[in-house]
Every structure is written in C-alpha cells, then in structure tokens.
C-alpha cells in the first residue's frame, strides 16, 4: 500500500495514542517489530471486548472515526469488526505501521456469505501479516504471518491454520477437537474504509445477519476468553471450557462483573 493510499484509511481527528494505550492497560514503548505488535494487539484483545450490545438495541452503528474513537475510549466500551479493527488502524497509522484493509468472507455460518468481515494486512519487518481482533471468540491472538500457509499455529490454547486455496485466496481456520473448521477466507485486494459502510449497515440491521440475531460478548484474556451467547456464559481457560447460563435479570451484572461494560 502506498502512501497516497492513507486517505482512503480510517480518519479520526479525536485520537489520541496515548489515551488508547491507557484504555487498553498498555504499558512501556511500543516496538515496531512482531513482538511489539503483538504486546499492542493483545493488550486491546484484553481490554476491548467485541460485542454487539448496540445492534440489540436496534441502534444506528456509525464508522464515523470519532464516534469509534469516543466508544471505545471514552466510553469504555467495544464493538464489532469495523469498530475493533478500525481502533486499532489508528493506532498502526500513529506508530507508522504500514498497513491496509481486506475483506473476508465469514465461513463460519452455513450456505453463502458476503464478504461481510473486515481485517488488516500489516507489512512488520518487512514481513506481510494478517492482524485481526475482531473475529469474536476465533479472533486469531497475534499478527499471522501471510508466508505461513499450510504450517500450523500455536496462539495459547488455539491452533490456527492459513491455507492457501485454488482460487488464490487465504483460508483461515481453527482446530475444533480434532477437525478444522473454516473461519473466513480473503484475498489481498486492497480495500478502502468507505468500502465497508455496506456489510455494516447489513450487520446492524438486516434480520438475516448473525448480530442482529444473537447477543455476543467476548473478552480475551492471557489464559482463554470468556464469550457470553445469548443466556449463557462460556470460560474458556488453558483449553478448558465451563458453560454458566444466567436469566435475563442478570444480563447486566454479568457485563459489569464479567466483560467491564458499565454503564449501558
């Protein structure tokens, strides 16, 4: 991506890194090499739950920069593909991170999909990497090296597997026991942030679409992640999975205590 190609990225006036790196409990000098992003990336995976609490309540979901900027940071709050991996754009555009978008099909669903997700390619070292957060409970947990393909993945307790199809496109997957399971697939077609304001506005509002149909929470954390579905609670610790289902009436605790959402 070259660098005329910047205006067609994410733009928020309201951005401040170190604001950012304070919501997401980052702590030291960032480090422009995969060890640094990765300690970037993880440290908003723990901080910045994906979630969809918005688009239950029927609300209008804007990729306006600011308003991302002002929910995530200001807000204390989360958000989906575009809010959570458009955050973290800013923040490769402050540290000088070179990067652009790509969009994936979710193959995750059965039947056929539009490319509806969004997700990153960073050049690190000199390196092209996958970066995405916003994959809920299968969001990959560290930049995912493109040259990779075929070799499996080790990210904590998660094994992850990019493929390389026939029709020259990427296909990641996650092992579920012992089967792979398809997550998305892309190609490396450049994309620009107005390019995404369609599949938004189907994921907020369509009744077809996975978000307006289930209530999801994920937080990561250095062990697992914790992923609230509909009435339930699922913790996932060093592989380790226990399933807690909760009534209604304690929805809203369970987002203080479990996901740190407050005031909602």
């Known amino acids: 991506m070259t660098q005329s190609k910047d205006q067609y990225k994410i733009?928020?006036?309201s951005f401040n890194l170190q604001q950012y790196l304070n919501r997401i409990n980052f702590s030291?000098?960032?480090e422009l090499n995969f060890a640094g992003i990765k300690k970037l990336m993880q440290s908003q995976l723990f901080s910045v739950p994906f979630e969809n609490i918005d688009v239950q309540a029927g609300k209008i979901i804007s990729l306006a920069g600011d308003d991302i900027v002002d929910q995530i940071v200001n807000k204390n709050r989360g958000g989906y593909c575009y809010q959570i991996n458009g955050i973290f754009s800013l923040a490769l555009q402050e540290i000088g991170i070179p990067h652009y978008y790509i969009a994936a099909r979710p193959?995750?669903?059965p039947g056929e999909n539009a490319k509806t997700h969004f997700g990153i390619i960073a050049t690190i070292e000199n390196e092209d990497y996958l970066i995405d957060l916003g994959f809920g409970g299968n969001s990959i947990r560290e930049p995912l090296k493109l040259s990779e393909t075929g070799k499996e993945i080790q990210h904590d307790s998660d094994t992850?597997?990019?493929i390389k199809t026939e029709d020259d496109e990427y296909l990641l997957q996650i092992?579920?026991?012992?089967e792979w399971s398809n997550l998305y697939?892309?190609?490396l077609s450049p994309q620009r942030w107005i390019d995404f304001k369609p599949a938004n506005y189907y994921n907020y509002s369509h009744p077809d679409s996975f978000f307006t149909?289930?209530?999801i929470v994920v937080l990561q954390n250095p062990l697992g992640k914790k992923i609230l579905f509909k009435n339930s609670v699922k913790s996932i610790i060093n592989g380790k999975t226990e399933v807690a289902p909760f009534e209604n009436d304690d929805l809203k605790s369970i987002l203080e205590t479990e996901f740190n959402l407050k005031d909602l």
């Open 185 to 187: 697939s892309f190609n």
């Open 213 to 215: 149909q289930n209530l």
């Open 160 to 162: 992850f597997i990019l």
């Open 28 to 30: 030291g000098e960032i």
């Open 11 to 13: 733009e928020a006036s």
């Open 107 to 109: 193959m995750v669903n």
């Open 175 to 178: 092992l579920v026991g012992k």
